[in-house]
């Protein structure tokens, strides 16, 4: 998988209110110009809750 820079990865994700589904995840990155590589990173997330940026990060550490 490719990896992705997790500030950038914030950036797309700025605004977000947490918890936040996986699907609002994507919206907001989609909302803000996130590219394939980023969008296909949120897609394979779990389908969960995510309380904070850094749950994202650490679930996207996971899957690296």
Known sequence: MAKV???ELQK???????PASKQDLIKTAEKHGADDKIRSVLEQLPD??????TDVNQAIGKME
């Open 5 to 7: 820079n997790p500030i």
């Open 48 to 53: 969960e809750q995510f309380d904070t940026p």
């Open 12 to 18: 797309h994700l700025k605004g977000v209110d947490y």
